[in-house]
């Protein structure tokens, strides 16, 4: 059965530093997404990328992050300057279209822990 | 704007017996919703979903939920619980009101006591 994978599953980096998480969405979907899930606390919503365009974005998607489909089948998440808060798991998710709502299916994750 | 409520952030329940995780909802649109599990160090998987048609929807390994707009609510039951049930429980809602996002639920922690 397709899979979402992502690498690293951890990354451990220092303040200030950029990091750089890598997905693979399934290879027949259109809509990608991140998410992330601080320690103890919920998912949440971070950006949603449709055509090489980002479609939505949550308010904590500010300027130190960036998406990018830089090939046909990678889709990264990109923090420029990492912040001790930035310590998550973060997730992503594909899904094979829109408009009637279709299942978005989730990586294993990525656990970013900043030092 | 969308929400949902999980009251029970931990659920300890001994084996083979019937579980019932609250899910409520709020939103100004149609929706959607899901319940998602997540195994210790593991990423989220679809248990279940509700998208149109009955209101009772079944899902993997025994999990059902029940959809009830006039409560607005997506409980999720499971007749007899194993220990491999033990896990974290998400409730989820979307919509296609211009936007494809989940909206997750702060998540029940079910234990199931042999």
């Known amino acids: 059965e397709p899979e979402v994978t992502q690498t690293p599953s951890h990354q451990v980096t220092q303040m200030g530093q950029e990091v750089i998480l890598r997905c693979v969405p399934i290879?027949?979907?259109?809509?990608f997404y991140w998410y992330r899930q601080i320690l103890g606390q919920k998912v949440e919503f971070l950006v949603s990328?449709?055509?090489?365009?980002?479609?939505?974005k949550s308010e904590i998607f500010d300027d130190q992050f960036s998406v990018e489909r830089p090939d046909g089948s990678n889709f990264t998440l990109k923090i420029r300057s990492t912040k001790l808060e930035d310590s998550a798991m973060y997730f992503c998710?594909?899904?094979?279209?829109?408009?009637?709502?279709?299942?978005?299916?989730f990586g294993p994750g990525t656990r970013l822990t900043v030092t | 704007a969308q929400s949902v409520t999980q009251l029970d952030s931990q659920v300890p329940v001994f084996e083979e017996a019937p579980v019932e995780l609250r899910c409520n909802y709020s939103?100004?649109?149609?929706?959607?919703l899901f319940w998602y599990v997540q195994y210790p160090n593991q990423g989220l998987q679809l248990l279940l979903k509700?998208?149109?048609?009955?209101?009772l929807v079944k899902g993997i390994n025994g999990f059902e939920a029940e959809f009830n707009k006039s409560q607005t609510s997506f409980h999720l039951r499971k007749p007899s619980v194993h220990i491999s049930d033990t896990a974290e429980y998400f409730c989820?809602?979307?919509?296609?009101?211009?936007?494809?996002?989940?909206?997750f639920g702060t998540g029940t922690r079910l234990t199931i006591i042999p």
């Open positions: 990328f449709y055509n090489n365009e980002i479609s939505e």
């Open positions: 939103s100004s649109v149609s929706v959607y």
């Open positions: 989820a809602v979307g919509s296609n009101f211009g936007n494809e996002k989940l909206t």
């Open positions: 290879s027949n979907h259109l809509y």
């Open positions: 509700y998208l149109s048609g009955s209101t």
């Open positions: 998710a594909s899904s094979e279209r829109t408009g009637g709502f279709y299942e978005q299916y």
